[in-house]
């Protein structure tokens, strides 16, 4: 189960960044402006890296390891925002997953940081916090 946390936003350089080498997905951007943002909240990250699907990095808060993914859809037109997602996975152990214990959901504090974070940014427009399988 994952948590998918999607918006509209010119903020980030889609356009511009450093190439992803296995797929060209951007997303490094929205990296960029969110990996500070978790250590300054006391979270601990791993470096941004490229996935097949986009960009990801590890968050790591009170003992529990999250896994960050993160793809930036550039609008065809430079005035218009681009479409953001950001999905949010916690890792759990397998006792964990067979009795449905430490399930991520929406009072994830984690998932609640990354939404508030979200919303601070001055031109975000649609942003929906939902839940994946």
Partial sequence: MSYTI??????????????????????????????????????????VEPEDWGWSFCAKRENRT????????????????????IQVHKKRSLLELLTFKSQLDQNDELVKLIENLVSSINDVSHLEVGQNG
Avoid: H, K
């Avoid at 999250?66 to 997602?85: K, Q």
């Fill in 66 to 85: 999250y896994f960050i993914g993160l793809v930036g859809l550039p609008s065809e037109r430079p005035e218009e925002p681009a479409d953001v997602m």
């Fill in 6 to 47: 999607t918006f509209e936003s010119s903020r980030f350089s889609l356009t511009q960044e450093t190439p992803n080498p296995i797929n060209p997905t951007p997303g490094l951007s929205i990296g960029e402006w969110l990996w500070p943002q978790l250590c300054e909240n006391g979270i601990e990250v791993s470096e």
